[in-house]
């Protein structure tokens, strides 16, 4: 078994405790990578504002029962504290173990990601129902990308031919929308007419394909309440049927976001907080569902003028999370931080509004804002701050809305306190914009029939050594961005094909990897020979960067469509693909639900922060060895970013060496690849 980990140990805590160590005001520094983000924390110091940075010091040393995962609150008996070594505490009051209790709370996370992805995807679909029967207005939203709408129906099943474009969108958002409720044996879809044949046995024979997202999410919670399931394999294996169901959620919702805002294509901007332009009147569109904020984009071109007669020079809309990643990819929308800086964004003092939607919300965003101008305005009947504006958003009266809140953020920008403004001047070019399609366009350029074939040869060709997926959220446990950059840059170097997506891909735009060109820097040998090939073989609007960006962490299922046609490409299963998956800075239960999906999609996937299941060696076992027997995908778990990136080269230079021994055999034998998993 691995050696154990405990990320406190990494962490700023633990170092602040050395002897000589400076105190922890002045050492903010080391908290982050970013050279923002550094600045507005001295800010902080200097107001004496408490940020989560503070909080998470302040939090030290977290309770070591909740670090390994083998606190259990499901009942009211508890809590029950399990500790295999102390006599009468090895098991909770019920007698449960410690691989129950650890189980159980991994499960239960995962049916929380999975229902913030999936009340997400079900929202994109209901708005996309709503415009084909139309109960919404063309003002406020419309199908902007009929071909991709098509080319799903056609994906699903549906017969598309003469059909118009508003009746093909209602059939399949009625289609999406059943992979919630169906009460028959079939499995979602969304599911299985993305993957391989491969993975759709597999996932039969282990009776983990949903058959609905709901459903799936309320057996897992009835099977690790008091007194159900104790077995800890059974209780997993439910957790990764809803994983499964959290993929069908995301893919639904990417699909159906591109189909409503557009299927993106390449596109020029910029990141960081030095986006945060005085000139203007700033809003920072924060959360997740496009829906909103795209419409925010809408009306403050629309109410340009009025901020004009204000004294600005425009209306400047900021992403921050994955409603950024989402108006990034489409609009070109400037990204001004991932989730670890969002209070960072008002400290900055130009920051007029901040308008939120759903998920990764700290409330604490309200408390900073007290001491600014800025205007807080939640929109989600789901999510109320309170001292926040509330304003009700509603679909059919959308664009209204969204002038009635860049309005509000105009007036907010009369108020700015001039003595507050700390203005950053860091931030970088960005290329971002690539979907699977304008992906498979690029290497189209090359063998336009076969897009995935030409990053599967160069694979076994070893000009370049695999794909890399990296996504995930920020965690206060480790330095800002640092396990990202580092694990980013070594890949790179190591001539990995990189996409990114949520956070991850924030943190690799805010420092430089998305710039146009940016790969002749970062790249190794191998993969700048690839991109040069690539960039050379057609016209070029910008320049190819180092990483590329997939889009919000719903478009991990974009990752998902690439490695599924490198495995058809191949004639392989997904196990078999040169492909691996990293979240360095994982957070959200959205994360442990996308790693579990990840690894039984058949990828090894790092993880840098330790998840809460070291309190159990069966379930460590479970995740890190035993799936990769069953499922051909596991997790690395490992905070440590030298080691992180030798382990993922070796996952990618095992398949790969398997891969050229096998299609020696094939050759000579006349025999399938697809032996084995
Ligand atoms: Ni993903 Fe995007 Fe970021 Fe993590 Fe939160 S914003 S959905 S959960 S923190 S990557
Ligand atoms: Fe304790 Fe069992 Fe209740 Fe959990 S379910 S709190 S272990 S008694």
């Avoid at 105190?23 to 990578?33: E, G, K, S, V």
């Avoid at 719903?554 to 469509?561: C, E, M, Q, S």
Wanted: with cysteine.
């Amino acid at each position: 078994m691995s050696p154990r980990h405990r990320n406190t140990s990494l962490g700023f805590a633990a170092t602040a405790k050395q002897p000589g160590a400076k105190p922890r005001r002045d050492a903010d520094a080391r908290r982050t990578q970013d050279p923002a983000a550094c600045e507005l924390l001295e800010e902080a110091q200097a107001r004496g504002i408490t940020t989560a940075f503070d909080r998470f010091i302040a939090q030290q040393p977290q309770c070591g029962f909740g670090l390994d995962g083998v606190c259990c609150r499901v009942c009211l008996q508890g809590p029950c504290r399990i500790n295999p070594r102390k006599a009468g505490m090895e098991k909770g009051i019920c007698g449960a173990q410690d691989y129950t209790v650890v189980a159980r709370n991994l499960a239960r996370a995962i049916a929380g990601g999975t229902a913030c992805h999936s009340d997400h995807g079900r929202h994109i679909a209901k708005v996309l129902l709503h415009v084909a029967e139309g109960e919404i207005g063309e003002e406020n939203y419309r199908v902007s990308d009929p071909e991709k709408l098509r080319r799903i129906a056609t994906r699903i099943g549906l017969e598309t031919e003469g059909v118009a474009v508003a009746d093909l969108a209602r059939r399949v958002a009625l289609a999406a929308l059943a992979d919630y409720g169906r009460h028959t044996d079939e499995t979602c879809t969304w599911l299985t007419t993305t993957i391989t044949p491969g993975r759709q046995t597999k996932f039969k024979h282990c009776a983990i394909a949903p058959t609905a997202i709901d459903r799936s999410i309320t057996d897992i919670i009835t099977q690790t309440a008091m007194g159900m399931d104790a077995d800890p394999v059974n209780i997993i294996f439910g957790g990764l049927k809803t994983a499964l169901s959290d993929y069908t959620g995301m893919h639904l919702s990417t699909d159906l976001s591109d189909v409503l805002f557009g299927t993106p294509t390449p596109v020029l901007s910029q990141a960081n907080l030095g986006v945060i332009d005085p000139a203007y009147v700033n809003i920072a569109t924060h959360g997740h569902n496009p829906t909103l904020s795209s419409l925010v984009v809408d009306a403050a071109q629309e109410l340009a003028g009025e901020a004009r007669q204000a004294g600005a020079k425009g209306v400047n809309v900021v992403g921050i999370c994955c409603t950024g990643n989402e108006l990034l990819m489409r609009d070109g929308v400037y990204l001004a931080s991932n989730v670890a800086g969002q209070e960072l964004a008002i400290m900055t003092g130009a920051l007029d509004a901040m308008i939120v939607d759903i998920q990764c919300i700290m409330p604490s965003v309200r408390a900073v804002a007290e001491c600014y101008h800025t205007a807080v305005i939640a929109t989600n009947p789901l999510v109320k701050i309170p001292g926040a504006h509330h304003v009700d958003f509603r679909e059919e009266t959308a664009l209204a809305t969204a002038k009635e809140m860049v309005r509000l953020a105009i007036r907010s920008y009369g108020k700015r306190d001039p003595a507050k403004l700390r203005v950053s001047e860091h931030k970088q070019d960005v290329v971002a914009g690539w979907s699977l399609e304008a992906l498979f366009e690029l290497l189209g350029r090359i063998d336009a029939d076969h897009p995935a074939r030409v990053l599967t040869d160069a694979i076994l060709e070893g000009e370049i050594r695999g794909v890399a997926l990296f996504a995930g959220c920020n965690n206060l446990k480790v330095n800002h961005d640092q396990s990202h950059l580092a694990i980013l840059k070594g890949l790179l170097a190591n001539d990995v094909f990189v996409v990114a997506t949520g956070c991850s891909a924030g943190a690799a735009a805010k420092a430089g990897l998305m710039a146009p060109g940016s790969y002749e820097e970062y790249g190794g040998e191998g993969l700048k020979k690839f991109l040069a090939r690539l960039s050379q073989a057609g016209a070029t609007r910008h320049g190819l960067p180092a990483v590329f960006h997939l889009g919000s962490c719903v478009d991990n299922t974009r990752a998902a469509d690439l490695w599924t046609a490198m495995a058809r490409e191949l004639d392989v299963d997904v196990p078999k693909v040169p492909f691996v998956a990293s979240a360095p800075e994982a957070m959200h239960e959205k994360a442990v639900s996308i790693g579990s999906w990840v690894v039984a999609m058949g990828i090894p996937t790092h993880v840098g922060i330790m998840p809460q299941i070291e309190g159990s060696e069966l379930v460590y076992g479970v995740g890190t060895q035993i799936a990769h027997d069953v499922y051909g995908g596991y997790f690395i778990l490992d905070p440590n970013p030298t080691t992180a990136v030798e382990r993922l080269l070796d996952a990618l230079e095992y398949r790969v060496w398997k891969l050229r021994v096998h299609r020696k055999a094939a050759d000579r034998f006349g025999a399938a690849l697809t032996a084995g998993y």
